[in-house]
């Protein structure tokens, strides 16, 4: 069965410093991958998604991800984070041939302090 | 906002009552699932449907049914509640293939 490994649980950063969350995957096929983010009272929503192409993807609000295949790993990215990405962080990994599920790591808890 | 709805959000009640946690979602999705989290862990997938009168249990072994009668609907039920049923339940949806899912605001549901 596939597993999604998120190494940080709880991460917190001053505003302006740079963000990079772990991801990493166990499945040795082809993968599609995505980071959710869930802001405080707010539903999970899909930050960035990777499927083929450029391995550097890049999301909304100023993320971006790169999918190293030979890592297995899909680590999220942000230059300078803001007060607003106070969030929850998910990634989430599904195979390309079975798309019956999405595997979600644990989650990292941001907390960016003003 | 989320095109996905999910009530109640906050859930109490007592062991042996029977719930129904409703979703509803309104983009014409025909994939629906239902996801079991507890805090610190991942989502689980305990029920996923391919559209109406399609039902399938996922990963997670769960005493939950669900039905998927309207293409928007896809309400999950728990006969007889227990406290191990305490958790959040989030209900999403997507098109096709591996679209991304949209999420509802979840129920977390307890127990007593």
């Known amino acids: 069965a596939q597993s999604v490994s998120q190494h940080n649980h709880h991460v917190i950063l001053s505003e302006a410093a740079s963000l990079e969350l772990g991801c990493n995957y166990s499945y040795g096929g082809t993968v599609n991958l995505f980071w959710y983010v869930q802001y405080p009272g707010q539903h999970l929503q899909l930050l960035l998604k990777y499927f083929s192409g450029d391995p550097l993807v890049k999301g909304i609000k100023g993320f971006e991800a790169e999918f190293i295949k030979s890592k297995f790993s899909f680590n999220l990215r942000k230059p300078s984070v803001q007060w607003s990405d106070t969030a929850e962080y998910f990634c989430?990994?599904?195979?390309?041939?079975?798309?019956?599920?999405?595997?979600f790591g644990t989650g990292t808890r941001l907390t960016v302090i003003p | 906002e989320a095109d996905i709805y999910q009530t109640p959000r906050y859930l109490v009640i007592g062991t042996g009552k029977k719930i129904t946690l409703e979703c509803s979602q309104t983009m014409g999705h025909d994939k629906m699932y239902w996801y079991q989290q507890d805090p610190g862990m991942e989502l689980h997938l305990i029920h996923y449907s391919y559209g109406v009168n399609s039902t399938e249990k996922g990963d997670l072994s769960s005493e939950s049914t669900v039905s998927r009668i309207r293409t928007e609907h896809f309400p999950l039920t728990l006969e007889s509640a227990r406290p191990s049923h305490t958790s959040q339940y989030l209900c999403?949806?997507?098109?096709?293939?591996?679209?991304?899912?949209?999420f509802g605001n979840g129920t977390r549901l307890t127990v007593t």
């Open positions: 989430a990994v599904t195979s390309w041939a079975g798309a019956n599920n999405l595997f």
């Open positions: 999403a949806s997507s098109n096709p293939g591996n679209s991304p899912l949209h």
